[in-house]
């Protein structure tokens, strides 16, 4: 692993790359306030729910130092329940460490949640799950989880109608009866035949080697035209990326290409938030606490025989140690909690709108895009078309997503895509209810060309400190599991 803190002499205050550096400030000592270093756990105690709820107020005044040997709840203490924070909780958890997972939020997941809403599944923002994913085949059970596919293609609105795109290596019939169609010619079609091919060679590091150029570059280079890049390319990778100028990294195009030619493309029974649940599951009981905001985090100082452990610092105040402390929380919160020098550059925003349908305006499990770039919707599915306990019997769930954070309030964002989705669908649309609108502001780490290398960048940053989340890796449900595998695997090193 490249990158990793070299302790040691007068060089501590030199510390981790790729945007995790901190200042010698970060090994100071953080004042020891909260009473539950006060009350050790009994030896021998397995499992400890550590919530705002348990912590003892405290009113001695503060130590100054840290104890020689803090007591501590858990070896390791996650911060973030997200799938990143999950995965390693439960690769931690089965190699029989005590750990304790704490979560701000009141519910597991981050980014993958779903929300139910009068009888609606509504997912927080549309997300998909393609089976191919190797980490998630090997950290989840996907037969549990119930997975709903989508057709392998996607219909594309265009000069005033819809054309369907079929995956011609999935679906050769369909391909060939709707070749005809204004969203790309035959020789673009022939070229993007050939740069699945060369996408789907065998080996699946390969993706990784790609040339590190923005995807729209790599798609015009291949010799894809215009004309598919703005009807199918942008729409649909544009959704992926939540980036409709195409600048993410070709890094990442070839592996979720590889990804939705490979498997199938597909959402749990019961929405995207049971990927989560089921990681969860899987937890002792009581290891996540919930409603548990973290602000800040201390690492051991090995020059300092009195600090053995690293230190958490709850927002209520209460300071927890253990001797390992994974930070595994978006890129944005862990600049904040590890003090990075250099912030991150912003992560891409993505907006979601939820409609409740008398009628499915489209019946199959298929993904719809804007060919025409007219906006503001970029792509939709009926996601009770997918999986019919999305809605209440007789209804059906509307998904439209809106790439980036429109500037106007909801009721202007919903005027306006109601008057586009009127184009496509008609006077129905008036019929529809509007349930709720997601805006997501840190949806995607950015992925431009750079940001992608190593491929896994460093999880490991020295004095019991680990940093996990799918901006070690790649922005993808895959990218979060591998990361806290990663870390996982780090963590049973060091103690
Ligand atoms: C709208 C949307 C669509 C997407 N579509 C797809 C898709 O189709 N397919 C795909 O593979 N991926 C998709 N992704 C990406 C994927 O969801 C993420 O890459 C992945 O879930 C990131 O997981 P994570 O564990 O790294 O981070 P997160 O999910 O962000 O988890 C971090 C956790 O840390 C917690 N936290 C933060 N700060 C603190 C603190 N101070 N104290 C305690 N806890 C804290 C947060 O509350 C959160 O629970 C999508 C993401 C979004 C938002």
């Not at 981790?16 to 030896?43: E, K, M, W």
């Amino acid at each position: 692993m490249t990158g990793v803190i070299v302790w040691g002499g007068a060089g501590r205050d030199v510390v981790d790359v790729n945007g995790f550096s901190r200042s010698s400030a970060c090994f100071q000592h953080y004042p020891i306030r909260a009473t539950l270093l006060a009350s050790p756990a009994p030896p021998g105690r397995q499992e400890r729910r550590v919530n705002v709820d348990d912590s003892v107020p405290h009113a001695a005044p503060l130590p100054p130092e840290p104890p020689a040997q803090p007591p501590h709840d858990a070896d390791v203490l996650v911060i973030g329940a997200g799938l990143a924070g999950l995965r390693c909780a439960g690769l931690l958890a089965e190699a029989g460490v005590r750990t304790v997972v704490l979560e701000a939020g009141d519910g597991v997941g981050g980014r993958v949640r779903t929300d139910e809403v009068d009888g609606f599944l509504l997912d927080r923002g549309f997300q998909v799950l393609p089976t191919a994913y190797p980490e998630a085949r090997a950290a989840l059970d996907y037969d549990r989880l119930v997975l709903k596919p989508f057709y392998p293609g996607a219909l594309v609105w265009a000069d005033g109608r819809f054309h369907l795109a079929a995956d011609p290596t999935r679906r050769l019939l369909d391909a060939i009866r709707h070749a005809r169609t204004p969203i790309g010619s035959w020789a673009d079609k022939l070229r993007l035949l050939r740069l699945t091919g060369a996408i789907n060679a065998p080996d699946d590091d390969e993706r990784w080697t790609w040339p590190d150029i923005p995807t729209a570059d790599a798609l015009a280079q291949a010799g894809i035209g215009e004309g598919m890049i703005d009807r199918f390319f942008r729409p649909f990778l544009g959704g992926v990326f939540a980036d409709l100028d195409l600048q993410t990294s070709a890094r990442m195009f070839a592996f979720v290409w590889r990804m939705f030619a490979a498997g199938t493309t597909t959402v749990p029974e019961h929405g995207m938030g049971a990927i989560a649940l089921q990681l969860a599951g899987r937890l002792p009981q009581g290891t996540v606490a919930l409603d548990t905001p973290v602000q800040a985090v201390a690492a051991l100082d090995p020059t300092d025989g009195r600090a053995a452990l690293a230190h958490v610092t709850l927002r209520s105040g209460d300071v927890l140690s253990a001797r390992a402390i994974v930070v595994a929380t978006d890129e944005l919160a862990a600049a904040r909690l590890l003090e990075s020098a250099t912030p991150p550059r912003r992560g891409r925003g993505l907006t979601c709108l939820y409609f409740d349908a008398p009628e499915p305006p489209i019946a199959a499990p298929v993904l719809a895009l804007d060919g025409m770039g007219e906006g503001p919707v970029t792509n939709l599915a009926v996601m009770s078309a997918v999986s019919s306990a999305y809605a209440p019997p007789g209804r059906a769930l509307v998904s439209a997503t809106v790439i980036g954070l429109p500037q106007v309030d909801d009721a202007a964002l919903e005027a306006s895509v109601r008057a586009q989705l009127r184009g496509w669908f008609g006077a129905v649309v008036d019929d529809w209810r509007h349930l709720r609108t997601y805006r997501i502001a840190e949806a995607l780490p950015d992925q431009a060309p750079g940001r992608l290398v190593p491929p896994i960048r460093p999880h490991i940053l020295g004095g019991g400190l680990f940093v996990a989340g799918d901006h070690r890796t790649n922005a993808s449900i895959d990218g979060a599991l591998v990361s806290g595998r990663v870390a996982a695997e780090a963590v049973l090193a060091h103690l």
